[in-house]
């Protein structure tokens, strides 16, 4: 089993920054990709972003240039920089991790990130 743990949401106004942190514990040897999602109300949960062991990058078109997913693996921690935020980035942003080779996932329970205009 993983668990991961979230930190770093909050409320922010609209053109500032927020920084997300996910922390992995258990049995995390196989894990590969990380990343987040989010879900706003009344809205099914996205991507927002993923990085994968080797660093690899891929984020949705809406956080281009404005976020930036980073993972240290020596931690077991990924984090999420979000510059420029727009009320359009409200939601519960939940971290995700799958192993590899089985392709089980885990999620994370959630941080709350709240932008005013």
């Known amino acids: 089993q993983v668990q991961l743990v979230e930190s770093g949401g909050g409320l922010v106004q609209a053109g500032g920054s927020l920084r997300l942190s996910c922390a992995a514990s258990?049995?995390?040897?196989?894990?590969?990709?990380m990343g987040w999602y989010r879900q706003a109300p009344g809205k099914e949960r996205e991507l927002v972003a993923v990085?994968?062991?080797?660093?690899?990058?891929n984020y949705a078109d809406s956080v281009k240039g404005r976020f930036t997913i980073s993972r240290d693996n020596v931690k077991n921690t990924i984090y999420l920089q979000m510059n420029s935020l727009e009320p359009e980035d409200t939601a519960v942003y939940y971290c995700?991790?799958?192993?590899?080779?089985?392709?089980?996932?885990?999620w994370g329970q959630g941080t709350q990130v709240q932008v005013s205009s």
């Open positions: 995700h991790a799958k192993r590899r080779f089985t392709g089980e996932v885990y």
């Open positions: 258990g049995s995390t040897g196989t894990i590969n990709a």
């Open positions: 990085i994968s062991s080797g660093g690899s990058t």
